[in-house]
């Protein structure tokens, strides 16, 4: 989501004539796109905006931006300028499309300051990214969140889910894939509730990856997040019904603990979490899943914890995203009591990623001897002659090729493996770019 919001502030850079400078300390004009979801993403920015105090002292000139789910928060507009009055512009989530704007209210003005709750959200439709992620390409369906998850702060700074018409996403996809684009992943904080907010029944996500199925293209189409609480057969039908869908589901399970999931406000079960499970594997028995996973959120014992030891054993992730649980001001669970200290926090992550590891690693075994469909994405950066691609299910593969196969569509046949990634060999050429792709472009500078 952060990435595409900076690729479409890069758009209006690029636009406004800038280019990428070398390194932030010689750059004429820094925004930090910032993130409030954890603690440590607040203190690593906040570290990052101090590192320009003498860069700015040097070159008065410099502009300094900051936006995004940081200072969207309450309070933090203030506390940012507090501690770092050299930062020039302070804008929130929902005004990145004023970027321009800011930038030329700056040469009037001392400091600018636009924190608003809601923004029309054709204005940040509108935007035109500078896209970076080769030859994938992020769409937006929703903004906003209505869960409020007890423990998560993006309900707060990202205001209420709104849905854009069916017809514009339908029409930037489109023009995505003629232009060359082989990957579509559709962002929202849930995209099951895509359309929930409009009169008609007919907008809604399973039709929505119906039509986008129906373009006439060879392309890969992903999607997160996916609230388990909302995902219906529809949808899990319309995934295996495809041709373009890819068959690899990232579904936030959070805990294996039925009791931390009631006072996450989550709103399943473990039982209705292993069923979708069921029903997603019997509808697409291929099918491979990820999900996030909070370690240590206040109440959580020992038993809590084996209870989602237990979860990844069952279901069995190819990937997981685990995190320590981070008190966020304002959010429900900040005020709740038993938090859990913080070496206890550590030690169950380090156990989490221990047998998500051995897990892994088998899932990989499995595909040894196996053919894949792989999509061409890049040169891989240490083997000479050699290069990397992702199947449908999202790992990572690599083989021996020739440049001119970025961006196609080739067959390959698994040789080795380990829990990250594979090594195979082509064996059929799908479909061929022809020099139709797009290549990574590094123009954002992600700390
Ligand atoms: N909307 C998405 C969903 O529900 O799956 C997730 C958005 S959130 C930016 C990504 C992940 O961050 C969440 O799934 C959760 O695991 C994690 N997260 C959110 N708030 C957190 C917190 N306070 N502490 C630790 N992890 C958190
Ligand atoms: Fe946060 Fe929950 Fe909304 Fe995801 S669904 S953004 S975790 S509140």
């Not at 199925?213 to 529809?234: I, N, T, V």
Request: glycine share 6%; proline share 3%.
């Amino acid at each position: 989501m952060n990435v595409h919001e900076s690729e479409k502030m890069a758009g209006i850079l690029e636009e406004m004539g800038y280019t990428l400078a070398d390194n932030d300390q010689v750059a004429d004009v820094v925004v930090f796109n910032t993130c409030a979801v954890r603690e440590s993403a607040e203190q690593k920015i906040f570290g990052n905006i101090g590192m320009l105090k003498s860069a700015k002292a040097k070159n008065p000139s410099m502009i300094i931006a900051v936006c995004g789910c940081m200072s969207q928060q309450k309070g933090y507009p203030e506390l940012i300028l507090k501690k770092y009055p050299y930062v020039d512009i302070i804008f929130g989530t929902h005004n990145i499309a004023k970027l321009r704007e800011f930038l030329i209210q700056k040469q009037k003005q001392k400091h600018v300051v636009e924190v608003v709750e809601t923004e029309d959200i054709r204005l940040r439709d509108q935007m035109n990214p500078t896209r970076t992620s080769g030859t994938n390409a992020w769409v937006n369906i929703n903004y906003g969140c209505n869960n409020f998850c007890t423990y998560c702060i993006v309900p707060y700074v990202r205001g209420r889910e709104i849905s854009r018409p069916m017809e514009d996403i339908i029409k930037e996809v489109d023009g995505l894939l003629k232009a060359g684009y082989k990957q579509i992943t559709l962002l929202g904080q849930n995209v099951n509730s895509y359309g929930n907010d409009m009169a008609s029944p007919e907008i809604c996500f399973a039709n929505l990856l119906k039509k986008l199925d129906e373009l006439p293209y060879k392309y890969r189409l992903r999607f997160m997040s996916s609230h388990p609480k909302d995902l219906s057969e529809e949808v899990v039908k319309a995934m295996a019904n495809s041709k373009n869908i890819c068959h690899y589901l990232h579904l936030p399970v959070q805990s294996g603990s039925n009791k931390i999931l009631k006072a996450m406000n989550r709103n399943y079960t473990i039982e209705h979490y292993m069923s979708l499970i069921d029903m997603c594997r019997k509808h697409m028995p291929d099918i491979e899943f990820s999900s996030d996973l909070i370690v240590g959120f206040p109440g959580e014992t020992d038993e809590d914890f084996e209870g989602t030891l237990d979860l990844i054993k069952k279901v069995k992730y190819q990937q997981l995203f685990t995190f320590i649980y981070s008190k966020r001001k304002g959010t429900v669970a900040e005020k709740m009591p038993n938090q859990i200290d913080i070496k206890t926090k550590h030690q169950r992550l380090s156990t989490l990623i221990e047998e998500q590891r051995k897990i892994a690693a088998l899932i990989s075994q499995h595909y040894i001897g196996k053919e894949l469909e792989v999509l061409v994405e890049g040169i891989h950066p240490k083997k000479k002659g050699y290069l990397l691609g992702s199947t449908d299910f999202g790992k990572t593969i690599s083989f021996a090729g020739d440049a001119n196969l970025l961006g196609s569509f080739v067959l390959v046949k698994v040789e080795k493996a380990n829990n990250t990634s594979l090594t195979g060999i082509i064996t059929d050429i799908l479909e061929k770019a022809n020099g139709k792709y797009r290549l990574p472009l590094d123009k954002i500078r992600r700390k």
